[in-house]
């Protein structure tokens, strides 16, 4: 093997490490790459498809709101290992719901996402239209 190609071998070695898919990825950018499709580059939806992001926090003001943002299929069946489910959704709520967000909020954990994980969510819009019903009863939402 000549030297050029020795250097070349050496180029896709270090390029195929560096794109290997272990690689740390940033929470904007787990959002990109899982969830952006359907929800949008900055929460906003897609009317008929999936609801906007904005104003996610909300659900953590209501009994069972906290679990349903992670039970919720979208996420829960998401290709993210539990540590980048929770990375991706208090990123979520930090930087498209930050007006919503609870003083007290507690941060999702990977434990907590593995627990929430686990529980499959039979009725998902039925449990939706329950959980925004009880924000417009406590008037969270108008
Ligand atoms: C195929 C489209 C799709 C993808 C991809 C998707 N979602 Fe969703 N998401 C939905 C839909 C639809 C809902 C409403 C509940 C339902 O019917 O599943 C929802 C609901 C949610 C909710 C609750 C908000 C609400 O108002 O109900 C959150 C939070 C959420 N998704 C986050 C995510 C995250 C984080 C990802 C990426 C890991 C993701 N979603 C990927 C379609 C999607």
Known sequence: ????????????????SMASPTRAESPSQLYMLNCWGCHRPNGEGIAGTAPPLQGAADFLKVKGGRQYLIEVPGVSQSALNDTQVAEVMNWILRTFSKEQLPPDFKPYTGEEVKQLRAVKMLEITKTRDS??????AQKIRP
């Open 131 to 136: 959980l925004v019903a009880e924000m417009v």
């Open 1 to 16: 093997m000549n030297r050029t190609m020795m250097m070349a071998l050496g180029a896709v070695v270090m390029l195929t």
